[in-house]
């Protein structure tokens, strides 16, 4: 298995040339984050990964995490002490509020360090994952005396946080939870119910584990308007400090496909002490708080585990040797010199860079949203926001499932055996498209919710982005005239596939959840397709101006030309399929499914 090499200078061009971190170094906000203070901690935080947590990925791939009789749970062998390293370094609070300890930088800043902690350990980085997540509720929810008294050490790493949402049977079903909650003479609460697939629910990273809850007050509405949110820690506290168990117990950890290191608990609580966090019923409104970054965070997966599986995968091919390429000497050649190979490993890096462009332009449109001064901007990059990460989430996520997959077919036999160590980040990849809302329900959000907002006007206006491109193109000369072309017209099959799932919704609600998942991949390809090209563009300039990474930014450009030539031409297959009738196969009796 080859070591992780973190990508700066892929993540550097991709900062360059689709985010501008120099304007978000103007905002109040971020005025101590300037491009080099970036670019030098993303260089302290690969280094920190590569040496320290990327060599458990495979330990923890074996070892798994056990629950041990008492209910408690031990990490693999490495992980208490990696994660101490970790919360030591300060990684954990580089994006999170000045005021409780974080570093206040942009959560584009915050990405990246997600990348390329994902890319190291995706096993390890969902713990930090959920605690950030429970950060940034807290922080929009909680009362100003929950806030200092959890978040400091949450920011800090010190104490981890979850979500508990799911139970047996309130899964996609939000509105299904059935954990209650009754309140306590103390104004406290005593919350009693299960909740299944918590990620790092129990562990022995961290002094203290921050439970958030959704449950049920007396007398709430029935469906998603009666849930509540609660803190609910694994220790009480006295005077700040841990103090006694709270009756929050790790009954089971789910033995999975991938991801083993990472603790998936089955929790009860048994008239475990909880803190009402915001106002009874307001459980949802809470839960949406956390959903858009925790999703973006999801997509970051995706993107990361590609990542890691290709470099391995390039790492493979210039070894093996087997065969003769067509332009060989006669003698055995490695098989990156095969032209399906080369196929094979363009797809997975020409894909892996517009999922990165992707990426980084939701999470600085996160960042001019909330920090941009001027109204009309903040606007406009909420509205792409809200557009943009589902299609984050699911194609990321559903690439990062095919990409995986082809690193192990470069592979070959090899590849389908543990020992390479390929087949894990296959495993590892498989969870992306089910959890933080499937990938199904992405796409019924994008058609449904997205598409339709402001009466069409902000998907309309995203097109323009993506036909704006054109004008630059043209001025670019001869070498970027096959993307120019293939954008152009993927654009206006993107459209036509827009106005027409708008249309038939209006006739049809079944229409939108049939046509969604073909759409969302359609909208995905050519997003990317859009993406590459302005890579594409920043390279051309930069070499014209004399950069003196010729090499480096004329592969940017080949790379950007095979996307649009080879993967973007799929999204016109996908169109007939996005806008035909589906009422015949709807119709079909389920008895012949």
Same mark, same amino acid.
């Given at each position: ?471 630059? &193109?043209?001025? %670019?000369? =001869?070498? *970027?005239?096959?993307? +120019? /072309?293939?954008?152009? #017209?993927? !654009?206006?099959? &993107?459209?036509? %596939?827009? =106005?027409? *799932?708008?249309?038939? +919704? /209006?006739?049809?609600? #079944?229409? !939108? ?81």
């Amino acid at each position: 298995m080859s070591a992780y090499r973190p990508p700066l200078d892929d993540i550097g061009f991709a900062l360059e040339a689709i985010t501008d971190l120099e304007h978000l170094a103007k905002l109040p906000a971020f005025v101590h984050a300037d491009p080099e203070s970036v670019r030098g901690a993303l260089e302290e935080c690969g280094r920190f990964v590569a040496e320290v947590i990327a060599p458990l990925n495979p330990v923890g791939d074996r070892q798994h995490s056990r629950r041990n009789d008492d209910g408690s749970v031990t990490t693999p062998d490495g992980f208490a002490a990696a994660y101490r390293q970790y919360i030591t370094a300060g990684w954990p609070g580089v994006p999170l509020p000045v005021d409780h300890g974080g570093g206040g930088f942009p959560w584009l800043a915050g990405i990246a360090v997600e990348e390329l902690l994902a890319a190291a350990n995706l096993a390890f980085s969902l713990c930090p994952l959920l605690t950030q997540s429970a950060v940034e509720l807290l922080a929009a929810h909680g009362t100003d005396e929950q806030r200092d008294t959890w978040l400091p050490r949450m920011v800090s790493g010190e104490w981890t946080g979850t979500m508990c949402l799911t139970e047996p049977d309130a899964g996609s079903d939000v509105g299904a939870v059935r954990t209650k909650a009754i309140p306590a003479p103390d104004g406290s609460w005593r919350i009693t119910g299960q909740k299944i697939f918590i990620t790092y629910g129990e562990h022995d990273l961290a002094e203290n584990i921050v439970h958030l809850v959704l449950a049920r007050v007396p007398d709430a509405p029935p469906g998603t308007s009666g849930i509540s949110c609660f803190i609910v820690p694994k220790f009480l506290l006295s005077g700040g400090t841990v103090a006694d168990r709270n009756a929050v117990t790790c009954v089971s950890i789910e033995h999975k496909l991938g991801i083993n290191a990472s603790p998936t608990c089955v929790l009860d609580f048994d008239d475990a002490v909880g803190y009402l966090v915001g106002e009874p019923n307001s459980g949802l409104r809470c839960m949406f708080t956390m959903m858009s970054k925790a999703r973006l965070s999801v997509a970051v997966q995706g993107l990361a585990i590609s990542e890691r599986a290709y470099q391995q995968a390039v790492d493979y091919a210039r070894e093996r040797r087997q065969g003769r390429a067509p332009r060989s000497d006669g003698s055995p050649t490695p098989i990156i010199e095969h032209p399906d190979v080369r196929r094979m490993l363009l797809t997975m890096r020409a894909s892996i860079e517009a999922l990165r462009a992707l990426v980084y332009l939701v999470a600085e449109s996160v960042d001019l949203a909330e920090a941009d001064p001027d109204p009309a901007v903040r606007a406009e990059r909420q509205e792409l926001v809200e557009l943009l990460t589902p299609a984050a989430k699911a194609w990321a996520t559903d690439l990062g499932v095919e990409l995986t997959s082809l690193a192990l077919q470069v592979h070959g036999g090899m590849g389908y055996v543990e020992e390479t160590g390929a087949a894990q980040h296959f495993r590892d990849a498989r969870i992306g498209p089910i959890y933080e809302g499937t990938n199904g329900i992405q796409a019924i959000d994008l058609v449904t919710r997205k598409l339709p907002m402001s009466g069409g006007r902000v998907a309309s206006s995203f097109l323009d982005r993506i036909d704006a491109v054109d004008d630059a &193109l043209a001025e %670019a000369g =001869d070498e *970027l005239d096959s993307i +120019r /072309a293939a954008v152009a #017209a993927s !654009g206006k099959l &993107l459209r036509t %596939a827009t =106005d027409r *799932l708008l249309t038939a +919704r /209006a006739d049809d609600p #079944a229409a !939108g959840p049939a046509a969604a998942t073909p759409y969302l991949r359609m909208f995905g390809i050519v997003t990317g397709g859009w993406l590459m090209a302005r890579q594409a563009l920043a390279a051309q300039q930069r070499l014209a101006a004399g950069d003196d990474r010729r090499e480096f930014l004329a592969a940017k450009v080949t790379t950007a030309r095979f996307y649009c030539e080879q993967v973007l031409p799929q999204a016109a297959g996908l169109l007939p399929a996005v806008t035909a009738s589906p009422a015949h196969w709807l119709a079909l009796d389920t008895a012949h499914l």
